[in-house]
């Protein structure tokens, strides 16, 4: 799903106009963005948590000379479903 087929659903389950959707999108995301900015952790009930983790600088190789580097330290965003939306993804998983 795109952001654009995200304000038309959003369009069309409240029934304001397109802009106001576009606005509600982007006012959500950038509330997540803002938290996860500061390191806080975002939990959205029934959906899961979106969680900032802080990765230690480590050793690894060029590929294709085979020289050795240092990775640098980094966050990395990580989601972790609710049981909730694993329990809703596997109803839905064909066997």
Do not use: C, W
């Not at 087929?5 to 509600?24: D, Q």
């Not at 050793?59 to 240092?70: D, H, I, V």
């Not at 049981?83 to 596997?90: D, E, S, Y």
Request: glycine share 8%; net charge positive; hydrophobic share 40%.
């Amino acid at each position: 799903m795109t952001k654009a087929e995200l304000v038309n659903v959003v369009y069309e389950k409240l029934g304001v106009s397109k802009r106001e959707s576009a606005k509600l999108v982007d006012a959500v995301f950038d509330i997540i963005k803002e938290k996860l900015k500061g390191g806080e952790k975002v939990k959205i009930s029934g959906f899961g948590n979106f969680i900032v983790r802080h990765k230690k600088p480590k050793k690894g190789r060029n590929p294709r000379t085979g020289t050795a580097l240092e990775i640098a330290a980094r966050r990395v965003l990580v989601f972790k479903p609710s049981q909730i939306m694993r329990k809703a993804l596997r109803e839905n998983t064909p066997v």
